[in-house]
């Protein structure tokens, strides 16, 4: 069949496929088991937790434009995450960031706190990772996330790949921050793409789940299987949901992205801002290495005000259209606090070595009007 562009790919996922009335837009499969054609005989569809045609839509959607094999959607970001954990032997070895998601923090320390696995937190953007950390660690499973939650450092996916194949070790990237349309992992060597599909790629906040996508068949087929053995499939009607967002993904992430760009502009240069972390700036540390391996520098940005909480809750409180809210990716734009939000989790130490400093806030920039924005901004800025 003809590869089609994205944006094509994302539009037309589904289209036309209902043999039985020729419906448009695929039908919601919510029915709980399927009919036997025959006894003792096979078939694709039998129960939802583990196979389900609403949710195969959109996992051929995402395998198509992660440029994968296959890969299964899950009821949450965090399901995704578990899921990768289960597929390990007892006593792996596991590289994760040091600024990485609190949640993925959180599940990885506990499951190595209870003697599963060993987990190693680790800076992977010093040279030293790749020229020596990894060969000395040995790891079985190293997970990228690139570019990182809240400080949106991107670390170079194909030298960590490259690295990581040498000790024969599975290389994992959490690609929520970008989405398929911004950044392609499984093309620049990774093993396992995966998606907190709440975000971006669903885009309307009013649904959780996640995906995983892969480029090996052994892979896949222990994903499917302990997907299916530990019941955390996606719902079909959420999976409709993510579907009907994915197919505006490409438009969205274009408008995302010129806001995020036009509040960093107007604060690079604001007396009351200490530090911006933003990729797209040329001063961001990893500037060159985002603009190699990304198509754009998306839609997220942070930065440190020159105050303390009292100033973080006074800017928040000002600006007034930007709701205080955990997640991002959504039509709407949103602020957080990762000290007290998304890494609150975190010792105060943790936080410390990783960056996350109590005057450290976080946008997710939206859809809205780019003007109507940047005056919301300034009026937070007017009242630290």
């Keep these: 069949m003809k590869k089609f562009k994205k944006e094509t790919i ?52 995402l395998t198509q434009l992660e440029n994968g094999v296959g890969g299964e959607i899950l009821s949450s970001g ?17 590289i994760l960031p040091h600024d990485c998601y609190g949640g993925t923090h959180r599940l990885f320390s506990s499951l190595a706190k209870k003697g599963m696995l060993d987990a190693y937190f680790i800076n992977q953007g010093e040279e030293s990772f790749c020229k020596k950390t990894i060969a000395k660690i040995n790891p079985d499973l190293i997970w990228v996330e690139t570019p990182s939650n809240p400080l949106l450092q991107a670390v170079d996916i194909k030298k960590i790949s490259k690295e990581a194949k040498a000790c024969d070790a599975l290389v994992v990237v959490d690609n929520t921050f970008l989405s398929p349309f911004l950044q392609n992992p499984l093309k620049l060597g990774a093993d396992i793409v995966m998606h907190s599909t709440t975000k971006y790629i ?6 959780i789940g996640g995906a995983l996508i892969t480029n090996d068949h052994e892979i896949l087929s222990k994903l499917k299987f302990w997907a299916n053995a530990l019941g955390i499939t996606g719902s079909p009607f959420d999976s409709y949901l993510t579907l009907r967002g994915l197919r505006t993904l490409g438009i969205r992430m274009e408008k995302h ?4 760009a036009a509040i960093v502009e107007l604060i690079s240069t604001h007396p009351k801002i200490n530090k911006i972390y933003y990729p797209g700036l040329p001063s961001h540390p990893s500037h060159a290495i985002a603009k190699k391996q990304q198509n754009g520098f998306g839609g997220m940005l942070s930065f440190e005000i020159l105050g303390d909480l009292e100033g973080v809750k006074n800017f928040i409180e000002g600006m007034n259209i930007l709701p205080l809210a955990a997640s991002l990716g959504g039509f709407e734009s949103l602020v957080s606090h ?35 924005l940047l005056k919301s901004v300034n009026r937070g800025l007017k009242k630290i």
């Design 257 to 260: 992205e010129k806001n995020a």
């Design 338 to 372: 990762p000290y007290t939000m998304t890494h609150g989790n975190l010792t105060p130490d943790q936080r410390k070595e990783v960056g996350i400093s109590e005057n450290l806030i976080r946008i997710s920039a939206g859809l809205e009007n780019t003007e109507d």
């Design 202 to 207: 669903n885009g309307h906040s009013d649904v």
């Design 78 to 94: 965090m399901a995704a995450i578990s899921l990768v954990a289960n597929i390990l032997n007892i006593n792996s070895k596991v």
């Design 10 to 61: 994302a539009a037309k996922a589904g289209i036309g496929t209902d043999a039985n009335h020729g419906s448009i837009v695929p039908p919601i499969y919510l029915s709980s088991n399927f009919e036997y054609e025959e006894l003792g005989k096979g078939q694709e569809y039998e129960y939802t937790r583990e196979t389900n045609p609403s949710r195969d839509h959109l996992i051929n959607a």
